[in-house]
T-cell receptor, first 118, second 111 residues
Framework: GAVVSQHPSWVICKSGTSVKIECRSL??????MFWYRQFPKQSLMLMAT?????????EQGVEKDKFLINHASLTLSTLTVTSAHPEDSSFYIC??????????????FGPGTRLTVL | EDKVVQSPLSLVVHEGDTVTLNCSYE??????LLWYKQEKKAPTFLFML????IEKKSGRLSSILDKKELFSILNITATQTGDSAVYLC???????????FGQGTILTVHP
């Protein structure tokens, strides 16, 4: 149990375009999904917390209009990077909690999406 | 603001060595401490600790929490090259369900 998938695993796009990343919990219903960003040799930086059917809660300094999060169901959350620029190039990772029987703090991570903006 | 500090930041050992990774934290309303292993992609869950003094063990890996001194250690015995990874410590505290991550310890195990 506790499998989280992300799609795509990598994407290259031109500056100014928008990119959508999907995060799915495959074998459990996720109470909450989280979106992180990770720069090379650095730790995970939380961008936003997302609950199904409600607006995402963004961390300080994260532009909500730039990083649109939609949490359509208990198994799917999407992150759209709008009007992407080279500085948005990064590794984006989602996680989910809510596995039955697991502590609420235990997050299970997707494999990540490598975004490169040219 | 919750804070998690890991040490050392990097460690190079040879196969068969035993390593100890440290994680200290300052968190309001501590709930749990988690260890993850990150290889090329996303972190994989190792342990979750909520109580002091109770060792969690999985094969050659073990971990323990000291809530009085606000730290945890992750031990790996008889290291193998496959243990090479970044080990992340995270704490659940102020905001329910959210985790604060440390910087990670980069472990390199040479044959």
């Amino acid at each position: 149990g506790a499998v989280v998938s992300q799609h795509p695993s990598w994407v290259i796009c031109k500056s100014g375009t928008s990119v959508k990343i999907e995060c799915r919990s495959l074998d459990f219903q996720a109470t909450t999904m989280f979106w992180y960003r990770q720069f090379p040799k650095q730790s995970l930086m939380l961008m936003a917390t997302s609950n199904e059917g409600s607006k995402a809660t963004y961390e300080q300094g994260v532009e909500k209009d730039k990083f649109l999060i939609n949490h359509a169901s208990l198994t799917l959350s999407t992150l759209t990077v709008t009007s992407a620029h080279p500085e948005d190039s990064s590794f984006y990772i989602c996680s989910a909690n809510g596995l039955a029987g697991a502590n609420t703090d235990t997050q299970y991570f997707g494999p990540g999406t490598r975004l490169t903006v040219l | 603001e919750d804070k998690v500090v890991q040490s050392p930041l990097s460690l190079v050992v040879h196969e068969g060595d035993t390593v100890t990774l440290n994680c200290s934290y300052e968190v309001t309303n501590f709930r749990s401490l988690l260890w993850y292993k990150q290889e090329k992609k996303a972190p994989t869950f190792l342990f979750m600790l909520t109580s002091s003094g109770i060792e969690k063990k999985s094969g050659r890996l073990s971990s323990i929490l000291d809530k009085k001194e606000l730290f945890s250690i992750l031990n790996i015995t008889a290291t193998q090259t496959g243990d090479s990874a970044v080990y992340l410590c995270a704490v659940g505290g102020t905001s329910y369900g959210k985790l604060t991550f440390g910087q990670g310890t980069i472990l390199t195990v040479h044959p």
